[in-house]
């Protein structure tokens, strides 16, 4: 492959989960194999509800550190465990060499069940930031909702919460995913007038699924704009057309970001990598040689 190098003011990040099967670990492995030639600034590994897939999320990061060229960010929760033993994952991850975490409150095991703190673990995403401070001098990021965390009881109460991660040490947020920018960038002026000056990367969801997208958005209180849904309308057959549809969608929001000034972009993989590529492709991002285990490029 010839090296090429990525435009320099633009940085990109990528999220994974942690796979349940060996079928979709040859997925992830290909997706991750597909993606590292575009010399991301960091890859995310997500951590279930309730600590769920500690162990597969462990094994994600394992895996990234011994056979990839990708800086690996762990997510951890404050679900499910005590403090004690979140500091001990937290710690194992610093002897391991990860040195960025997405801290957050997490969402309870049962889904739609009320989020309740365990007895003696950090109650709120703050507390777990400003306990990771305490373990590592860890790069911590944190999520932010442009259209309110769904069990926030206002507006003015979720940017308190994300202004209360920053002040503990929070040193960038990804949001939820959104499909207005005008929100993304409304949310950037609450955010500076609270005095939140972190930056906050817009998290990007290529529509792979629109039944399934849809789903996940009314569980994040993201809202879906009735245009997006007609553009999807007749194709839950045509995988090859919805895929077209997805990349045009899609390319057309971020190239909207970057020309008002946006330069990093995390992108919600869901474990495929076609989408993301493209996208990224449109944007000017072009594969870098990748070093191989003797540090060497190939």
Not at 87 to 109: K, S, T
Not at 203 to 223: C, D, H, S, Y
Request: negative net charge; proline residues 7%; aromatic residues 10%.
């Amino acid at each position: 492959m010839t090296p090429v190098t990525a435009q320099r003011d633009l940085r990109i990040s990528f999220e994974f989960f942690p796979p349940k099967t060996p079928e979709m670990e040859a997925n992830l492995w290909r997706a991750i194999t597909r993606l590292q030639p575009l010399g991301p600034n960091f890859v995310c590994v997500t951590y279930g509800a309730g600590g769920t897939t500690r162990e597969r999320t462990h094994a994600t990061v394992r895996r990234l550190l011994d056979e990839s060229s990708l800086q690996p960010a762990a997510h951890l929760t404050c679900v499910g465990a005590t403090r004690e033993e979140v500091d001990a994952v937290a710690a194992e991850y610093w002897a391991m060499g990860v040195r960025h975490i997405v801290a957050l409150r997490g969402d309870p095991p049962v889904e739609g069940g009320a989020y309740t703190p365990h007895p003696g673990g950090y109650a709120r995403g703050a507390d777990l930031v400003e306990g990771l401070r305490r373990v590592a001098p860890f790069d911590i990021t944190v999520p932010a909702f442009p259209e309110t965390h769904p069990e926030a009881p206002n507006e003015a109460f979720d940017l308190d919460n994300l202004k209360r991660k920053v002040d503990a040490g929070a040193t960038r947020a990804i949001t939820q995913f959104f499909f207005d920018n005008g929100v993304y960038f409304r949310f950037l002026d609450r955010c500076l007038a609270a005095g939140i000056t972190i930056p906050i990367i817009p998290g990007i969801m290529p529509v792979t699924n629109f039944t399934q997208m849809r789903l996940f958005a009314e569980k994040a209180g993201a809202w879906v704009p009735s245009w997006l849904g007609r553009h999807f309308e007749g194709l839950e057959h045509d995988a090859e057309t919805r895929k077209l549809v997805a990349a045009t969608v899609a390319a057309e929001q971020v190239q909207d970001l970057f020309d008002r000034g946006v330069r990093d972009f995390h992108f919600y993989t869901l474990n495929r990598a076609d989408l993301s590529y493209a996208i990224c492709h449109l944007l000017g991002v072009r594969p870098v040689a990748v070093p191989d285990a003797a540090g060497v490029a190939a």
